[in-house]
């Protein structure tokens, strides 16, 4: 008896000694960086900061591997209801969501508030002088010079005739290929196009080694900053350092040739212009400033528009009645072009109201980039709460597309649903303000000529329909959408 007393005290020990450890640990990350901040601390956003260290980043990627990423915002809206914002530690940092369109729009454009915030695990994978670290006027005076060669109208009616020449040949390639992997070959492509347009057709050589460095640079760019081996963002560090030896190496070549080169001679690609742009002191880009824009240009350049037209392709393949009424514009256009005209052109490409509905709904459904960060330059006040000067702040685009009270049946694929007018920060899928992606439009470009060909020429015959999905470090079937491509009559 005296034995099974002592035995239940012990129990009642240990469960009260781990009952005070549990609320020592929960508390750590309050006095971190919470209690610092004296009686401001009382005006900060609902939420909690988890673990010690790790904060909210086992949460967040134990639910972005499940098939409901979507619970991990609805455990805070279920805790502390629909506020529009929530204060976490996550990559490393005290932070606030934001989940709402106005609040979005307003971290995104307010650029005397807001400063770029990505995490450091991001900022070492992309480079200290890529666009996402660099300061405001560096980028304002970098994206003036890159922005035409990218967007311009002069650029993009050049592009369109190399675009269709590729998507072409490999459409027809594609149908003699049996069981491919869709998403991987769609990466491919829009690889070859963007190599094509930032580093001309004398880099062709390198593609294929750039293009799988590319793909394990992508899975560290959201995982947990641990640099040991076995970890995705260990992997994600060889990948970069493999890709600045590519880079550097057309770099010298470039250097080289100048040497050679008549003075004056035009500038042939990106990687041209950028060795070529002097400041207003006739100071020129050192090796490191040429490599991290263009390693960060190659990246954003392919894997959007890949997994976009995969997506857009799916689901117009899944949904008849919307692959019946695209198709039906783009033979209205081969009806009305002019009998000397030979492929697309960018007027064409322009008239496609229908098909941009569908590109529009596949961006807004997949959400290829579910946040982007900022930081704040001093205390500001969103929804009547504080946030506190040098926290980040995660504008969560992934929440404002899938919002049923913006788009009913949120994750219906419905283009029917762009016939009506949006409100500012309710479509985000390229960012807003000074930062919006400077490659947008070369990007539903991309997407729209492949989409042109493949509606009158092609279908798609998906392996295995009920793949599942996997949502980091984007969203794709878990086989890469395996499936067969065939030309139809």
């Known amino acids: 008896m005296l034995i099974m007393e002592g035995s239940s005290k012990w129990l009642v020990y240990c469960a009260g000694a781990l009952l005070v450890l549990r609320f020592i640990l929960r508390n750590v990350n309050w006095f971190l960086y919470e209690y610092k901040l004296g009686g401001k601390q009382y005006f900060l956003p609902p939420g909690d900061m988890g673990w010690p260290i790790i904060g909210n980043m086992w949460s967040f990627l134990r639910a972005f591997k499940t098939i409901n990423p979507e619970s ?33 729009k307003r971290v995104l454009t307010d650029d005397d508030n807001f400063c770029l915030g990505w995490p450091r695990s991001t900022v070492e994978l992309m480079g200290e002088k890529s666009f996402i670290a660099i300061p ?12 035409a060669s990218i967007n311009g109208y002069e650029a993009l009616s050049c ?39 930032f580093l001309g057709a004398e880099s062709e050589d390198v593609m294929e080694n750039l293009e799988k460095e590319y793909t394990k640079l992508n899975y560290g760019v959201r995982a947990m900053r641990i640099n040991l081996p076995g970890f995705a963002f260990h992997k994600a560090l060889k990948a970069r350092k ?27 690609d990106m990687m041209d212009a950028l060795i070529d742009v002097e400041d207003e002191n006739g100071k020129k880009l050192g090796d490191d400033d040429v490599i991290d824009i263009m390693l960060m240009y190659l990246n954003a350049g392919h894997e959007s528009s890949g997994h976009i037209t995969t997506w857009a392709t799916y689901f117009l393949q899944r949904h008849p009645e919307h692959f019946k009424k695209a198709k039906e514009e783009q033979e209205k256009i081969i009806r009305n072009r002019p009998p000397t005209q030979k492929g697309l052109s960018l007027a064409e490409v322009r008239k496609m109201e229908y098909l941009s509905k569908v590109v529009d709904e596949t961006l807004r459904v997949v959400t290829f980039s579910l946040m982007v960060f900022r930081e704040a330059k001093a205390d500001v006040n969103i929804n009547g709460y504080l946030i506190p000067k040098g926290w980040k702040v995660m504008a969560w685009f992934r929440s404002v597309h899938l919002d049923p009270e ?79 491509i065939k030309k139809v009559k």
């Open 242 to 268: 493999n890709l600045l030896a590519i880079f550097q190496s057309v770099v010298d070549k470039r250097r080289n040739e100048r040497r050679e080169r008549l003075p004056g001679k035009k500038a042939k």
């Open 406 to 484: 913006i788009y009913p049946n949120p994750k219906e694929f419905n283009p029917e649903r762009w016939n009506e007018v949006r409100k500012a920060g309710e479509f985000l899928p390229f960012g807003a303000g000074t930062r919006l992606c400077p490659g947008n439009d070369l990007a539903k470009l991309e997407i729209s000529v492949f989409l042109h060909h493949f509606l009158l020429n092609y279908e798609l015959e998906q392996l295995n329909p009920l793949a599942p999905l996997q949502f980091l470090p984007h969203t794709r079937p878990i086989d890469n959408c395996m499936a067969r």
């Open 136 to 147: 405001f006027e560096e980028h304002r005076r970098l994206r003036r010079l890159t922005s």
């Open 72 to 104: 991990f915002m609805d455990s805070f809206y279920s805790r502390y209801g629909k506020t529009g914002i929530y204060k976490v530690l996550m990559f490393g940092n005290p932070s606030v969501i934001v989940t709402t369109p106005e609040a979005c």
């Open 159 to 197: 592009y369109i005739k190399y675009i269709e020449e590729v998507v072409i040949s490999s459409l027809e390639k594609w149908t003699t290929m049996g069981d491919i992997e869709f998403l991987t070959q769609m990466r491919k492509l829009t690889f070859k196009i963007i190599i094509h347009i």
